[in-house]
């Protein structure tokens, strides 16, 4: 896996879905072929006016998946949110930031 994916987060995170479905033969838990299917799909947006419920969205300093530039709409779609963004930390802010993570959700909850 080093040899396509040099950066050891995202090789944990993949081994993670790795399982022995029989001695000798691995298998992923995530549905590959749907994942392929839709992959166009993950990212498009999702159909809403407003949400109102207290919402929270980490994000990780490191990640693009949350830029500063989406933080308007976000604000306009979900007025009750907050944005917290966790130093140091790529897409997987529960396991780079774990710490801050906790304690985001907890004072959340």
Known sequence: MMEFIDNYTVRQFLLKNLYWVEKGQL????????????LDRIIEEIPV???????????????????ESDFPEIQEKFPNSRIE?????????HYEGAKDFYRLVTEFV
Do not use: C, K
Not at 29 to 37: D, K, T
Not at 61 to 67: C, D, K, Q, T, V
């Open 49 to 67: 006016d407003q949400i109102n419920t207290d919402s929270l969205f980490i994000r990780g300093e490191l990640s693009n998946y949350i830029p």
């Open 85 to 93: 963004t966790i130093p140091n930390s790529g897409h997987w802010v």
């Open 27 to 38: 298998g992923w838990r995530m549905n590959i072929p749907s994942l392929v299917a839709n």
